[in-house]
Every structure is written in structure tokens, then in C-alpha cells.
């Protein structure tokens, strides 16, 4: 089956959530790496407990809440603007280098983002990184109330672009959203970007497990979910490649 | 309104899953209290995870898969009958030490567990404790193939104990479970077994953030969900004056 369309999620995928700890970095120093990774574990962890609760809430909201719950687990009060600028910073991330080149040599797919985050966030995101110029649709949750990896989420693949499933290469970093994408019957391409031996190198060399280290490994590594996406790579430039193999 | 039901979360709540703590660090020599820490947080992620995409699984499979995610991980290898002992000690967790003098403080109501662990699971750790002797029922989410917080889960009080919500009090360390109770509409009583000056404390004194401080942290402090126990407490020993304040 051709490869018709490819469909990326945003954070951590295109964008490097990390690109936070600047600014966390800036208002909290040498907390800023340590934020940028509770805020991230609390924010999936409530886009899955609010779906659960069937309590939808608007991703900004749910930035917004992750982020004062990882400031007052870690006992810090943000000066008056501070919290806004780390906001802010959520529609201003870096795109990874080999983002914006590897958009243009998959021209002749359909490309899109899949994405929790909300239409007003992204719509910001896309514009500020220039890529609303390569992208044919930017696909928010919002429309369907419930967050990634509930099935509905990925429904609005081919709602919006018209591409049936087996069509479709989904595209993402993260483990639970390669899962969620497996079994709802995209073909999926995990994108490993920490490997495992340098997690358990890490270990090796310190006082057993370092904080950010652990952090790290416990979003970046292949969840056990009995799901296995159809393809593992190391970064979006070997997308290219990987699709035009996938070719009948 | 009066409480005719108290019931419990059994993991963390009224069992310490930390106890397999002694298990782990037997097996894996300086590395016992993280493989519980990081294990904790992927089994609870899988529950979530799995509802979501509706793959339901079995709790102990669940378990099993979040142990096996957790070595690989920490780069560690289990060696033959080191994971069959630490998964048996599942089914033996220590009780909190004021668990059994609340229960029987608080036998003028029913009471009962309502947890995620699967019917077998529950039925050997409520034995093995000698807590079969004082509950009236111990409730397994497994008929309802969702786990907590889905309010599916929350229903099976009223339909094994005959109590509605607003005539019983919920109690959980959980905070994520604490507002998925409350959510569905049960009074619900928190157990906050670390206080957020501890943990802060924590930090000062340590080089920023110690792993293990961070991630007892994002496990036992108030989620930001929007949601408000009716009651903190912290300890189970506070419960029976709770409840009869509770009385019209």
C-alpha cells in the first residue's frame, strides 16, 4: 500500500518540548531542566486522566495547571510574568534541525499534524516556526473532547484529509502515541531519540540513576502496551527514505 | 448526611506498595526503592493508557508488563525466579500499620475495597492480610474492563454494597483517584502521607532535586485537576473521628 499521507505529532516530535528549559531555566536557575520534565509527565498524565474523568479541558488549560503543579511540588513561587513567559515559550518552541528538510522531501505525501494540543496553541506554534508553508492541515483534538491515544483522536486523520488509515504513516516520538496510533490502524513510525544503551550507560556511570536520566528514559523508551509500531528510527530525516521503501 | 460505607483504595492506600521495596533491592542490590518508584508509575500510566485505547487488560498482566518495562530500562536483567518473587510479593504487601485498628474502629459502617487490582490479585492480598475478616466486600474493577478514574468504576459501590454516593466516603492516597471519586460524585477523604513542606525541604538540602524525593513528589501531592477532596487527612488513624464528625 502507498504511503498517502504522513501525519506527525507535534510535541516532542516536530518540536522540541526541551527547548522550555531555557526559559524555565531563566526564572528558576538550575531548576530549569527538572521543570521542563514534571511539567511534561503531569501534563500527559492529566490529558489521560481528564479523558478518563470525562472532564475534557483545553490543552492550554492543562499546560497551564501541570505547570503550577510542578512549581509547587518542587516549592517555587514564579515573580509576577514569569509564568506567562514560560507559557509563552509553549508557542514558540524550536522545531529539531532536520524538521524543515525532511517536510520538503516528503512533498509529494500529504503532510499534517496530529496533535493534542489546542487549535489557538498550534495555529501559534505552526505559524511562529513557519511550517503552516509545507503543511496541509493542522489537526487539533479539540473537535473530538477526549486526548490521544483514545481512538476518536485518531479518526480525524481521514475526517480531515481524506486518507483512509492504511494510508497513513503516523509519525511520533512518543510511546503511547505510537501505541495509541498502532492499534487504532495507522502504519507508525516511533521515533527513538534516546536509545537504551545510553540510558543504561548513564546509570552505570552514576550514583545509580541521576533525576533527569530517569526522566528522560521513562518517556523515551517503548512502552510494554502488547503494540509494536511498524517502523523504529532515530530521527525525522530518516522519514524520506523509510516511505519511499514503503512503496509496492 | 450520614456515612453508611467507607471504602478503600487497596494499593498505597491501605496496603504500602512501597513494601516491595525489600524484595526489589534483594534482587537488584542499590536500585530496590527506584524500580518501585519508576514501576509505580508505568503501572498506573498502562491502566490509564490501556482504557483509553480500550485494550483492557488484567491488572497482574499490567504489572508484570510495568516490571519488565521498568529492568529493561535500568539496563538491569532479572535472573530466573528473581521476577516470580518480586510479582509474589505482590500478593503479600504490608498493611499501613494503622489499617487494621481503623477498620475495626470503623465497623459500625460497611466496609469494602474498590481497586484496580484484578479479582484474584485482591482476593490473595485481602487473605494474606487477614483483612477478609473485617471488609464486607473487596470490589475488583475487572467486570467493568475500565480502570479508575473512569466513572464506570466508581459505580461498583452502589451495585455490590447498595449504598449510594452520597452516603459514602471514599478514602485514597491517590490523588488522581481522589479526584476521580470525587468527580463521580462520592465524598472522598485524601491521604496525604507526604507533605509538600517535606518535600520541598527535601530539595533545599539536596543537590536541587534527589530522584527518589521527586518521585514520591509526583505521586503524593494534589493533582491540579480541578477537583477538591472533600477532606485531607494524614493518616488512616484520623478516619473514625472523621466519620463521625461527617453525622448529621
Redesign the interface.
Known amino acids: 500500500m502507498t504511503i498517502k499521507a504522513v501525519v506527525f505529532d507535534a510535541y516532542g516530535t516536530l518540536y522540541d518540548i526541551q527547548s522550555v528549559a531555557s526559559v524555565t531555566e531563566e526564572a528558576f536557575p ?2 530549569g531542566e ?1 521543570i521542563t520534565q ?1 511539567w511534561r ?2 501534563q500527559l ?2 490529558t ?8 475534557h ?1 483545553d490543552f492550554s488549560v492543562i499546560t497551564e ?2 505547570l ?2 510542578t512549581l ?4 517555587l513561587k514564579a515573580e509576577p510574568g514569569a509564568f506567562a513567559r514560560i507559557m509563552e515559550k509553549y508557542l514558540h518552541l524550536d522545531l529539531y534541525p532536520d524538521a524543515l528538510a525532511t517536510l520538503a522531501a516528503l512533498r509529494g505525501c500529504k503532510l499534517a499534524i496530529l496533535s493534542n494540543g489546542s487549535t489557538a496553541m498550534l495555529s501559534a506554534l505552526v505559524k511562529n516556526s513557519g511550517l503552516d508553508r509545507v503543511l496541509n492541515a493542522t489537526i487539533s483534538v479539540d473537535s473530538k473532547k ?2 490521544k ?3 476518536d483522536a485518531y479518526t480525524l486523520i481521514e475526517e480531515v484529509l481524506g486518507v483512509p488509515p492504511t494510508e497513513v504513516l503516523f509519525v511520533s516520538s512518543n510511546p ?1 502515541d505510537s ?2 496510533a498502532k ?1 487504532f490502524g495507522l502504519n507508525v513510525a516511533w521515533i527513538e531519540r534516546v536509545t ?1 544503551e545510553a ?2 550507560l548513564a ?2 556511570k552514576s550514583d ?4 533527569l536520566t ?2 528522560k ?2 518517556r523515551t ?1 517503548m ?5 509494536k509500531p511498524d517502523y523504529r528510527i532515530h530521527a525525522l530525516s530518516e522519514l524520506p527514505g523509510l516511505v519511499a521503501a514503503h512503496e509496492p
Open positions: 538550575s531548576y527538572i514534571i509527565i503531569k498524565e492529566y489521560w486522566l481528564r479523558s478518563l474523568m470525562r472532564r479541558q495547571e501541570s503550577a503543579y509547587r511540588v518542587l516549592g477526549i486526548f491515544p483514545a481512538p503511547w501505541c495509541g492499534s537504551p540510558m543504561a546509570c552505570v545509580v540513576v541521576p533525576p530517569m526522566f528514559a521513562i523508551q512502552d510494554e502496551l502488547g503494540l
